[in-house]
């Protein structure tokens, strides 16, 4: 067997932004190759905060792209024949092929292609708060180890904000209006956060509409949202609007001098990227979520 090597996907999202902060500190010896896997359909946010990454962090992130994209395989392949003719069908969370083949089956292509006869080590940013939750990327190359350093470390949500902000490297910008990375039309959004997406990209909205099939006289309904069309939503938008208590709430986040982060990341910023007194706005909302939203 050849050498190990070691990789970190980043999603385009706080937590494996922040294992990349976490990793180049606490191994900066470590030879890591950062790659990003791109459906196609991310936020422009999402590539602003690539870039921001590798500004700050003086990093160079490989971008690994589907052989077939989006459309090729909404139009194509992931069809349903009714009695009315084939429609094709949207991914949801009980048929969740979107992440298998525009991120799983490419990044594994991809490290197969580029080590060989190496142990990959394909680090993933789930956190010591969330390790009953979440499931990781689940790899069936048997050269492929996965490792979780924030639950072997304990890091928990505080700890990865940390990161961020004392990295200077902030948080991703549309968290101020969405709660995770990955493409627009993510059937994972609430509806407030498709009407997020309208209000900040009604472009992408109005794309993302073009998608569903919704002929509910027929019983054929392939929507984003469960029970609702992105046209409906719109229409019965007010329904959603955001509660006079939602913006009360808001504290400002900043990172405190004696954490014992700050301690361990001092030297990071060396060579340029930001400073401790980065803050970052925190709004608890009425349903108890958060949002943060960096400068
Ligand atoms: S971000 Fe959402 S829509 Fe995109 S691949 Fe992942 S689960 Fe599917």
Not at 91 to 113: F, I
Request: aromatic share 12%.
């Amino acid at each position: 067997m050849g050498k190990e090597r070691h990789v970190v996907a980043l999603s385009g999202g706080k937590d494996s932004a922040a294992l990349a902060v976490y990793l180049k500190h606490k191994h900066p010896d470590l030879d890591v190759e950062y790659v990003f896997t791109d459906t196609g359909c991310e936020l422009p946010e999402t590539y602003e905060y690539l870039d921001r990454i590798r500004a700050v962090l003086n990093i160079d992130i490989t971008v690994i792209k589907p052989e077939k994209g989006w459309d090729d395989y909404w139009t194509l392949v992931k069809v349903k024949e009714t009695p009315y003719g084939i429609f094709p069908y949207l991914p949801s969370p009980q048929q969740r092929w979107c992440t298998e083949v525009l991120k799983l089956q490419p990044y594994e292509q991809w490290v197969a292609k580029t080590f060989t006869d190496c142990i990959v080590h394909s680090y993933v940013g789930i956190r010591a708060d969330e390790a009953a939750d979440r499931k990781g990327m689940v790899t069936r190359n048997p050269l492929l180890e996965t490792r979780f350093p924030f639950i072997e470390d304990g890091l928990a949500l505080k700890d990865i904000e940390r990161l961020l902000t004392d990295s200077g490297l902030g948080l991703p910008s549309y968290y101020s209006w969405r709660k995770r990375s990955g493409c627009y039309f993510c059937f994972y959004q609430s509806k407030r956060e498709w009407l997020g997406l309208w209000r900040h990209h009604p472009d992408l909205y109005y794309r993302a509409m073009e998608y569903e099939t919704y002929l509910p006289e027929k019983g054929i309904v392939f929507t984003w949202c469960q029970g609702i069309s992105l046209g409906e939503l719109l229409e019965k938008r007010d329904d959603f609007a955001i509660l006079p208590e939602e913006g009360k709430n808001n504290t400002e986040y900043t990172v405190s001098p004696d954490n014992k982060l700050i301690k361990t990341l001092s030297h990071i910023n060396q060579g340029g990227g930001g400073s401790n007194s980065v803050s970052v706005s925190i709004t608890t909302r009425s349903d108890g979520r958060k949002t943060a939203e960096a400068p």
